[in-house]
Nanobody, 121 residues
Framework: VQLQASGGGLVQAGDSLRLSCAAS????????IGWFRQAPGKERGFVAA????????TYADFVKDRFTISRDKAKNTVYLQMNSLKPEDTAVYYC???????????????WGQGTQVTVSS
């Protein structure tokens, strides 16, 4: 499977963005699609994940009801709706496929190319 992330951009604090992760190829029901982010000089960190089949979701604590992950099976796409964006959300956002609902990037094997999100204050 190949993943392509898109939807990033430059926004102001308090604005919203919706990121998309389009997959080519079949995604098995047991697979998990996760979003991670990496700010300059920092390690790549977990944001959210969703199990493709049943739609079960999990989030990093910092999300605090601001972000919502969802998937559209017909479009083979996973979305990350980000509301009330803060300057500290500035990072490159990556989507990835993994076998389990893990927050560890090491558990994910296929990665998209990343999309830049910049939030100005």
């Amino acid at each position: 499977v190949q993943l392509q992330a898109s939807g990033g951009g430059l926004v102001q604090a308090g604005d919203s963005l919706r990121l998309s992760c389009a997959a080519s190829g079949r995604i098995f029901s047991s697979s998990v699609i996760g979003w991670f982010r990496q700010a300059p000089g920092k390690e790549r960190g977990f944001v959210a994940a969703i199990r493709w089949g049943v739609g079960r979701m999990t989030y990093a604590d910092f999300v605090k009801d601001r972000f919502t992950i969802s998937r559209d099976k017909a479009k083979n796409t996973v979305y990350l709706q980000m509301n009330s964006l803060k300057p500290e959300d500035t990072a490159v956002y990556y989507c990835a496929r993994g076998p389990d609902m893990s927050s560890s990037s090491m558990q994910y094997d296929y990665w998209g190319q990343g999309t830049q999100v910049t939030v100005s204050s």
